[in-house]
């Protein structure tokens, strides 16, 4: 399922994320040489719609056409076929940001142990994965260990990082055993600003020689911990304001990604006063932990402690497919070694 190429294989600078599939037929990894050897793993488009990290990663790889980069990179381009469709992924797939934890099942499964083992044989020295939102929120990156290595890479794209151990099958946690490694939210696909905050990161981490030995200053930056993962209960539907649905959420709701909200914020609307909390949260280890966060009050579902959202978003596709939203507690940075 993997195809490997050493080179840029012909007309792909060319190619919109949508028409990626002309050029390459699936999933693809592509080697290109650097004057340091130990390869920068960049992945993009494991979400076919998130269209920033091509527009980016083809605008550094049009700037170095005709010379040697600075380091070796190895570039997966993940889901070409959602890109196609301008899906997250397929009907029928599943999501390529939840097959990188070993001793998973199917063809992706496959794909993925054949992809870290060609990798960690070239010993990496860092691994960026290219996201977008399809909420508001700010730039952010997300590290899944409390290493000053990791919180550096991290740090050079945004003061806000958020560190997470669930989900596990996510590909920054599969290279965290190999080299620092982050997952780079770059806003929402379309926006200009995305995509140049994304080539100034990928041209300073393909510069950056070393890790420095001193730690991140904690006022350099803003450490939050995901706490819970938040749904909506698989028998409930969901709708935006005017329709008719079981929960119904605010139109403007994405607005409070990454604002302290306090308690009795509220998250949404119930049609009838018979579904609990609402919303379903767990935690880390899967604890159903919804009534800690949330209680019905009236018709509104609203929030009891004070929390921090990210990821909100107004796309039902994604709060069915994925997750309505996450909650996050600020984390003192003196817990990083
Ligand atoms: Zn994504």
């Given at each position: 399922m993997l195809n490997i190429y050493d080179a840029i294989p012909e007309g792909l600078l060319d190619r919109e994320a949508t028409d990626l599939h002309e050029v390459l037929p699936g999933p693809s990894l592509i080697h290109l040489e650097g004057r340091h050897k130990e390869p920068l793993f960049i992945s993009l488009l494991l979400h076919g719609n998130e269209v920033t990290g091509w527009q980016a990663m083809r605008s550094i790889l049009q700037k170095y056409q005709d010379m040697l980069l600075p380091r070796a990179v190895y570039l997966f381009i993940g889901n070409v076929q959602a890109a196609k469709e301008g899906l997250r992924y397929l009907e029928g797939q599943p999501d390529y940001n939840r097959i990188w934890k070993a001793g998973g099942e199917g063809p992706e499964a496959v794909m993925i142990r054949q992809l870290m083992e060609i990798v960690a044989q070239q010993k990496p020295f860092a691994s960026i994965d290219l996201h977008n939102n399809s909420g508001r929120n700010p730039h952010y990156a997300c590290i899944n260990r409390l290493d000053k290595r990791f919180m550096y890479l991290a740090s050079l794209f945004s003061r806000t990082v958020v560190y997470f151990i669930k989900p596990d099958t996510v590909q920054s946690m599969a290279f965290a055993d190999l080299c620092p490694s982050v997952t780079i939210e770059c806003g929402r696909p379309g926006e200009s600003h995305g995509v140049e905050h994304a080539v100034q990161y990928i041209d300073a981490c393909l510069h950056l020689t070393d890790f420095p030995e001193h730690e991140v200053a904690s006022h350099d930056v803003d450490l939050f911990h995901t706490v819970a993962i938040v749904k909506v209960p698989s028998h409930l539907s969901v709708g935006l304001p005017g329709e008719v649905a079981d929960i119904c959420l605010p139109?403007?709701?994405?607005?409070?990604?990454f604002c302290e909200l306090q308690p009795g914020a509220v998250l949404g609307s119930v049609a009838?006063?018979?579904?609990?909390?609402?919303f379903l949260a767990t935690d880390e280890s899967g604890q159903d932990i919804s009534e800690r966060y949330f209680e019905i009050e009236g018709s509104h579902i609203q929030t009891r402690l004070p929390v921090m959202p990210s990821m909100l978003t107004l796309d039902k596709t994604i709060i069915k497919q994925d997750c309505l939203c996450y909650l996050m507690e600020r984390l003192d940075t003196g817990h990083i070694t």
């Open positions: 139109s403007e709701l994405d607005q409070l990604n009838q006063q018979t579904v609990g909390t609402g």
